[in-house]
């Protein structure tokens, strides 16, 4: 089983940038991982995937904004945020895309407010 553990986040005012990393406890370079977000009393979203290949998908409403990123070697995959937005605010969680139930972490709050 592999831990995720995902750090970087904050607050911010709308038009800054954040980067999020999500450091994992064993290899993921075989697998197609995602970034994902909750706001409390809404289900969880997806927000960007990045293939084993290195390929990338993002949520239409950060396209442009938002990139995601791995580092094999050091089993970390990361979600560089900018332009951000208050509506970006939430709970942001890696995991494997398909998501797996047993890798949810405990999340990396952001907040953008001014």
């Known amino acids: 089983q592999v831990q995720l553990v995902e750090s970087g986040g904050g607050l911010v005012q709308p038009g800054g940038s954040l980067r999020l990393s999500c450091a994992a406890s064993g290899s993921i370079s075989i697998n197609a991982m995602g970034w994902y977000r909750q706001v409390p009393g809404k289900q969880r979203e997806l927000v960007a995937i990045?293939?084993?290949?290195?390929?990338?998908n993002y949520a239409d409403s950060v396209k442009g904004r938002f990139t995601i990123s791995r580092d094999n070697a050091k089993n970390t995959v990361y979600l560089q945020m900018n332009s951000l937005k208050p509506e970006d605010t939430a709970d942001y969680y890696c995991?494997?895309?398909?998501?797996?139930?047993?890798?949810w972490g405990q999340g990396t709050q952001v907040t953008v407010s001014s």
């Open positions: 990045i293939a084993a290949d290195g390929s990338t």
């Open positions: 995991n494997k895309y398909p998501p797996k139930y047993d890798w």
